[in-house]
């Protein structure tokens, strides 16, 4: 009586655990106008419709044929001691979990970006996903939101053949400014090696203000990671003679990074903010009196000393900027990267931080930075990079150059148009990236060859 007793109760529990599920995936469908809602309901097709929806199709199929396969194994064997099972049964059947937690973390992962939800929900999916699921259905505050398809925003597996492309490596690096010869960055994504960026090698000199341009996915960000040595690459950097990767303990002090997003406690004054900064990133060698000195220069290069006890919360979009700039210029690097500094501003104010930056390039320092509007600044700016996507979505250097050069190469006129025919045309662009690729690094092949004569 003791065993029945406890059979049913699991028998229970695992009935209600499975209709909970379908009951939220049943409501999910709906959201997504899923039509054949009904799926929902059948072990193995309503994981294979769920991949319909969200534009995983195979992890769907894959997830769905492995779900049967594990209820057909777990009522096969239930009753059954571990001991009398076989070793290959027992090997398979793990196997069979793990393949099935790794499908299943794809489809989750896309599900909870699909609805805006933050990654940490996966760790209560894995508990109690039937928990998640009801809260995504019934929740009004979830939507979905509308997403590339897969194969617009994941990297490609296999980059295109570009000829000429590997031809500019091996090349000795510059004694001064930083030099870029990175062979490929890649990441794995279960089980597979992605390909992020392939063959992108150029020299800047120091005192340059340089724009990086590139379509969405094109690897703008990645790069700069990529350069800064916040994830390296299968490459070298030096930055004015010294290796960034195999020195980077001592280099990350030498390098300035300001990201979209405006990191600062509000109700800190702007000297408190600026001052923190210097603290934190000088050398203990730097005393006190120099510090302030440094924090002085600093505040009135980027026009902020007549604020300076005014609370950053009280600030507006282009002060904000401004101080985010100065807390890390403060530390008198030798590369500055800036990934959208003009983000929400309007014109006027846009102007004034790129003139702030074209100065900071002009006192000896390297300055690239990443924006979306740049034909309003683009004469202040010395050198353009621009990357694209190959026909194996992995992205490639389509051009480095002055911006008359640029609008040369393109046959265009704004930087923009010449970021557009690079574009897929899926994206609204005229689909010319692998033309420009191929073409660029023959000329840069020709450029070395002409060098080395």
């Given amino acids: 009586m003791v065993t029945l007793s406890i059979i049913l109760q699991s028998v229970y529990w695992e009935f209600l655990d499975i209709f909970l599920f379908s009951l939220g995936l049943w409501m999910v469908f709906g959201k997504l106008k899923w039509k054949q809602r009904w799926m929902a309901w059948i072990p193995g097709l309503r994981f294979a419709a769920l991949g319909q929806c969200i534009q995983l199709p195979r992890e769907g199929l894959l997830v769905g044929a492995m779900e049967v396969l594990s209820f057909a194994l777990g009522y096969a064997f239930k ?38 939800m933050k990654k940490g929900w996966i760790l209560i999916w894995f508990l109690f996903d039937w928990l998640v699921l009801l809260i995504i259905g019934f929740g009004k505050r979830f939507q979905p939101v509308e997403l590339p398809k897969p194969e617009d925003w994941e990297a490609g597996t296999a980059p295109a053949e570009i000829s000429g492309a590997e031809s500019v490596h091996f090349r000795p690096p510059a004694e001064s400014g930083l030099s870029v010869d990175l062979f490929e960055r890649t990441a794995k994504d279960f089980g597979k090696t992605r390909y992020l960026l392939k063959d992108i090698s150029l020299d800047i000199p120091n005192g340059s203000l340089v724009l990086l341009l590139g379509g969405s996915g094109a690897g703008k960000t990645t790069l700069v990671n990529a350069i800064i040595g916040y994830e390296k690459a299968k490459a070298q950097m030096t930055l004015n003679g010294a290796d960034i990767y195999k020195d980077y303990a001592h280099m990350k002090y030498k390098i300035g990074f300001v990201p979209q997003k405006n990191l600062m406690r509000g109700n800190d004054t702007v000297l408190q ?55 890390e210029l403060v530390s008198a690097p030798e590369l500055f990267v800036l990934d959208e500094p003009d983000s929400g501003l309007d014109g006027v104010i846009a102007k004034e931080i790129f003139t702030k930056l074209r100065a900071i390039a002009d006192e000896g320092r390297i300055v690239i930075v990443i924006t979306h509007t740049p034909d309003r600044v683009i004469d202040l700016f010395d050198k353009v990079i621009v990357l694209a996507r190959d026909s194996g979505r992995v992205g490639r250097l389509a ?19 010449v970021v557009m025919s690079v574009n897929s045309k899926e994206q609204g662009g005229e689909g010319l990236a692998e033309q420009y690729i191929e073409r660029y690094a023959a000329l840069a092949a020709a450029a070395e060859g002409g060098a080395a004569t």
């Fill in 273 to 327: 903010t600026v001052d923190d900064a210097a603290e934190l990133r000088l050398p203990s060698s730097v005393t006190t009196a120099q510090r302030k000195e440094r924090v002085q220069e600093v505040m009135d290069l980027l026009g902020l000393s007549a604020g300076a006890s005014g609370l950053v919360c009280k600030k507006s979009g282009g002060q904000l900027r401004r101080i985010s700039i100065a807390m």
């Fill in 399 to 417: 051009f480095y150059g002055s911006p008359q050069e640029a609008r040369n190469f393109f046959g265009k006129e704004s930087m923009e148009d």
């Fill in 79 to 116: 009753g059954i001691e571990a001991e009398k099972l076989s070793l290959l049964v027992s090997l398979a059947t793990l196997i069979l979990l793990v393949l099935l937690v790794v499908y299943r973390l794809r489809l989750y992962v896309r599900l909870l970006r699909i609805f805006g």
